[in-house]
């Protein structure tokens, strides 16, 4: 038998971000297994035009027009040979091409739901890190992935530890194969242990401070917030067909043990290894095989302790309003994503206090009712009404100041 391996086209979309150079990174010591087909980014041309001269990619996406233009300017000289898309149809386009066998999709919010849906729908082995497609699509695309043939590996650090944790035939249901309960970890992030009465004076800078994981603004304020293990619930929710009650979240400062499933039987299985996101890319994109990450050894020795504690829910609300959403589910957890969206923004913009994100995001969610959420049209128009609702209440409460 020849152990030849065949070389994978890997699209990266958000290749300029924070999950998108960490992957390009891991690609780079496996050039006899991956080749990259095409890149992404929204605005930053520097950065892109540097990416491909150095991968050379067949496409390039700036989904900015005119940062498209110059791009391909740029690109005349550097790297002639990379096609130059501008556009989200460019982004559908390289998610779904024929020629493309896997796509990392990291492009922050709800701007990534639909090149990633597009690689479902094409069978793609899909990378996923674009958590909030799955947050606001979670029924569509994982029968999208269903029906099309895709293999769906979550990149996220807890949901690649469950699915790490979990036996390979988990998909006969969780209750099947003698699984009690899914055990996201959280760090707590930055604001763990700050006096609750001093929340009122974070900056964004303190807020995209944090202390395991380096990672983009948006992310970053949702870690801070938690909101990013709320919006983690609903995804374990759709990744592993889970219900609500059976999704619990622990907090654990040391960001080492990324996430563990408890059995019946009273096994616990976690998946631990170096906060680096490299571990969880690795292990999608050499799936079923192990690939170097790049990633030095766990030392526990030298971690010397891991501690957990439980969820403070009055500190952080964001995580009660995430479950909230999911059980009256439709295109609530739509809503919830959008106004968490725009609240951040207005956060980072400093237009919005860090304390009011909660209380912004929970009026958002009691003046929308939920619709079903079977249709992406159905959705994207939640998402619009949520985004507007969530502005006209951060103009109501500026003209208020
Ligand atoms: P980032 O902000 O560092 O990068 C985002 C990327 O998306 C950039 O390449 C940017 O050009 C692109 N982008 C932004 N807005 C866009 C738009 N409107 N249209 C097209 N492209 C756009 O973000 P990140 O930290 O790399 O996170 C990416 C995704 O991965 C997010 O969904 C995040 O929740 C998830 N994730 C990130 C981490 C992490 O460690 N960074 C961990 C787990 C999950
Ligand atoms: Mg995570």
Known sequence: MSDQLKVRNVT??????????STLDVIRCHPNRFRVFALSAATKVGELAALCERFVPRFAVMTDNDAATQLRATLRVRS???????????????????EVDVVMAAIVGAAGLKSSLAAAYAGKRVLLANKEALVMAGRL??????????????????HNAVFQSLPRNYARGLANVGVEKI??????GPFRTRPIDSLAQVTPDEACAHPNWAMGRKISVDSATMMNKGLEVIEARWLFDAE????????????????MVTYRDGSVIAQLGNPDMRTPIAYGLGFPDRIAAGVGALDLAKV?????????LARFPCVGLAYEAMRRGGTAPA???????????AFLA????????????????????????????????????????????????????
């Open 12 to 21: 990266v979309l958000g290749a300029t971000g924070s999950i998108g150079l």
């Open 80 to 98: 002639p040979s990379t096609e130059v898309l501008a556009g989200r149809e460019g982004l559908e386009f390289v998610a779904a091409h024929s």
């Open 141 to 158: 695309f994982m029968n999208a992935i269903a029906n099309s043939g895709a293999t769906l590996l979550p990149i996220d650090s807890e």
């Open 183 to 188: 055990v996201l970890t959280a760090s707590g």
């Open 244 to 259: 609500a009650e059976m999704i619990d979240v622990v907090i654990h400062p040391q960001s080492v043990v990324h996430s």
């Open 304 to 312: 010397g302790r891991l501690d957990f504690e439980t969820l403070d």
């Open 335 to 345: 809503v919830l994503n959008a106004a968490n969206e725009v609240a951040v923004e």
């Open 350 to 401: 400093n237009r919005l206090r860090f304390i009011d994100i909660p209380q912004l995001i929970e009026d958002v969610l009691s003046k929308i009712s939920a619709d079903d959420a079977t249709s992406l049209e159905g959705i994207l128009a939640a998402d619009q009404l949520a985004r507007t609702a969530t502005r006209d209440m951060l103009a109501t409460r500026a003209a208020r100041v």
